[in-house]
């Protein structure tokens, strides 16, 4: 008995129990879970990045390029270190189209399967005495994997977090997501520190620098499972697609969101110039042009870091008093200061009680400055270009102000004198400073439903 229902009938209130019932996940899905997510993928991608980042100091110099001169090697070396920030934009045009075709969670799984092979393979590279140019080729081939993986591994939680976080607090929860990068950086220094302190130099050399590539690897293991507990459930996959989280047409992208990506990318480069310019930079400092041991310098910036997870705090706090446009700017201004009153003055004559202090006041401001990048940039776009918007402005954000910060700095501490490294910061403050001014909305503004 049918009482006097159709088979349509019976469609229409299963499709609209299931709606509800969907509807009503979605519901269940709060800040925290996303957080986690967000927090464990970041940790996952900068421990690789710094990874690569200090052994650009420590090991490739002597391992893949004995040939040249100690400061020359060092150029060099930070040359390979920046094709991962070239290589990125590519990574994130050639996700759009598996992502396009096979979805977010096929995606994901490629590019940190990826990520993982390349720097696995890092580990297992032979040195420049064994293969000769071959060994560069494949050391230089492997970092543009990894510039490819990254861009590509861009999932939308991160802006999935703070538009569903409470109004009230969304400089806090944006500040969530960039805490991966003082954790990943604490992490990846700490294991280096302990493979200086417990290996004589011929063995760390050897072997011994090979061991954070390996667990580099292990951790993209886990942090794909973690990710993709997220990213492919039903739930959030319609969440994202209800804030219109997805790729848009790239062509219309750039037509209609050109001036929104260009301010968008210069916007940060205050806290991306400082980013590289109080982790890689200063070790490459102390390598060159002291005797000091490196591993002294690397305890140093393991304080640092645990003082920028400080200020990140401080810094989502005060995002939501004053807004997170006014923090950032008010973040350049402070690198500012420091760049001018502060770095030159402690680096001018290069002695080390002020390289202490240029490091630690440095990832002070870093932390906070850091904190709001991303819910800057993740705000400034319309709704619908919102995700597209977000990866291309993040993509240029590092290329333009990290990509080549390291080397840029090393040639100006060279031939110049280390404290002139101040005045390129300062360029990027300026930076920072124009394009809040040009861009109101670069503000945080009300989300469309």
């Not at 088979?7 to 996940?25: E, F, G, K, N, Y």
């Not at 861009?151 to 538009?163: N, Q, T």
């Not at 750039?254 to 109080?278: D, E, K, M, W």
């Not at 080549?404 to 990027?428: D, K, M, N, R, T």
Request: charged letters at 10%; hydrophobic letters at 55%.
């Amino acid at each position: 008995m049918n009482n006097g229902q159709t088979p349509v009938a019976h469609a229409s209130d299963a499709a609209a129990r299931d709606l509800r019932q969907l509807h009503a996940d979605h519901a269940q899905v709060g800040p925290g879970e996303i957080a986690i997510g967000v927090v464990i993928g970041r940790i996952s991608e900068f421990f690789d990045f710094f990874v690569f980042g200090l052994a650009s100091v420590l090991v490739f110099p002597k391992v893949y390029f004995p040939f040249a001169a100690p400061l020359q090697a060092m150029a060099y070396s930070f040359a390979v270190f920046s094709l991962a920030f070239v290589a990125r934009p590519f990574g994130s045009l050639l996700a759009r189209f598996i992502h396009r075709w096979y979805g977010r969670g096929t995606k994901l799984t490629v590019a940190l399967f990826m990520l993982g092979t390349s720097t696995a393979g890092i580990a297992f590279l032979p040195s420049y005495e064994e293969i000769g140019m071959a060994a560069i080729v494949l050391l230089a081939l492997l970092r543009v994997g990894q510039g490819l993986a990254l861009g590509a591994s861009w999932d939308g939680l991160p802006s999935l977090l703070a538009l569903n976080a409470p109004k009230n607090r969304r400089g806090w929860y944006a500040m969530i997501a960039q805490l991966g990068a003082p954790l990943g950086f604490m992490l990846a220094a700490a294991l280096f520190a302990f493979l200086l302190h417990s290996l004589s130099d011929a063995d760390f050399r050897e072997w011994g620098w090979r061991y954070p590539f390996y667990v580099a690897f292990a951790i993209n293991v886990v942090a794909l499972f973690a990710r993709l507990r997220l990213v492919v459930t039903p739930e959030f996959t319609q969440l994202l697609k209800t804030r219109e989280l997805v790729p848009s047409p790239l062509l219309e992208l750039v037509r209609t969101q050109g001036r929104s990506i260009v301010l968008g990318a210069l916007a940060p480069l205050a806290s991306y110039a400082l980013f590289h310019l109080v982790t890689v930079f200063p070790l490459s400092w102390v390598t060159l042009f002291t005797r000091d041991a490196v591993s002294e310098y690397l305890t140093v910036q393991l304080i640092g870091a645990a003082i920028a997870v400080l200020t990140m705090l401080i810094g989502g706090t005060v995002a939501d008093r004053i807004g997170r446009r006014n923090t950032l700017a008010t973040g350049a201004v402070l690198i500012a200061l420091f760049a001018i009153g502060g770095m030159t003055p402690l680096f001018l004559h290069g002695t080390k009680t002020g390289a202490y202090i240029f490091i630690l006041v440095g990832f002070a401001l870093l932390g906070f400055t850091h904190a709001q990048a991303s819910g800057v940039v993740n705000s400034s776009f319309e709704s619908r270009f919102r995700y597209s918007g977000a990866v291309l402005t993040s993509d240029f954000s590092w290329l333009l102000g990290a990509a080549f910060a390291p080397l840029v700095a090393l040639q100006i501490a060279a031939h110049l004198g280390v404290g002139y490294v101040g005045l390129y910061l300062l360029s990027g403050c300026v930076a920072t400073l124009v394009a809040l001014r040009l861009s109101r909305r670069l503000d945080g503004r009300p989300v469309k439903a």
